[in-house]
């Protein structure tokens, strides 16, 4: 048989690395090949009422997390007591109701103006917002400022945020459960920012906030109501920067949609 090659510890973690393994989750690795791993995954365990026994290594313990339902009763019980930002994102803080807390590095809650008339609201942080703590920090971050650029905004004229506020854990897609534990949350958000105009970036965001069935391409670009509780503001939804990086044809679209944006911020400015 053949010795086996000589891996130093630092050139897996930098395969783990570029393979997207970024965070550990639970203390002891498993070898999900081994036959024993096999027989427990075709038994099937109890669904436990608390999640998240095992906190990450190295992150402070975390409390167990309520069952979805009971969380989402609880994000959805709390979120509306939130009288300003600062006291959303304090109870953000101390919400514990959502797992992606306990993998991500720290809450990422709002970039921007909190004054604006523009809200833009994304799907969830990652890598480099996870680090940084504010969303749209990363590539795409960076396309967002380049657009926002072509139209006459930066961040000083928006207020960005995201449906979710922790990372999922290797950028994973949120769950549906993670969205609608996290959707009375920004929906808080955007009722106490109160934009005129309110873009949703992709499919996930504007699906979770503007209750589109379709998908992005049939969506894109048209005006709906979005009814805060208090009061109907102008939405859209528009391609997410992610995939005008990988789509770089349909950046044309996206500026299309965010030059009718800037129109209809004149309009309301206007009057
Ligand atoms: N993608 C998002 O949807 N939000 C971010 O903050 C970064 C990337």
Known sequence: ????????ARDLLAFYAETGVDCALSDEPVNR???KAAADEQTPAKPPLFRNANPAPSRPAAKPEPAPDLAIASAREL???AKSLDELRALLEKFDGCA?????TRLVFADGNPQAKFMIVGEAPGRDEDIEGLPFVGASGKLLDLILAAVGFDRSKVYIAN???WRPPGNRDPSPQ???ICLPFIRRQIELVDPDVLVCLGKPSSQAVLELKDGIMKTRGKWHDYDTGTR???????FHPAYLLRQPIYKRLAWQDFRAVRKALSQTNAN
């Open 1 to 8: 048989m053949p010795a086996p090659p000589d891996i130093s």
């Open 178 to 180: 993670e969205t609608q």
């Open 79 to 81: 979120a509306p007591q």
């Open 33 to 35: 090949l081994s036959d």
């Open 163 to 165: 449906i979710i506020p």
């Open 100 to 104: 992606l807390k306990s993998t991500a």
């Open 232 to 238: 109907k503001i102008r939405a859209m939804a528009t």
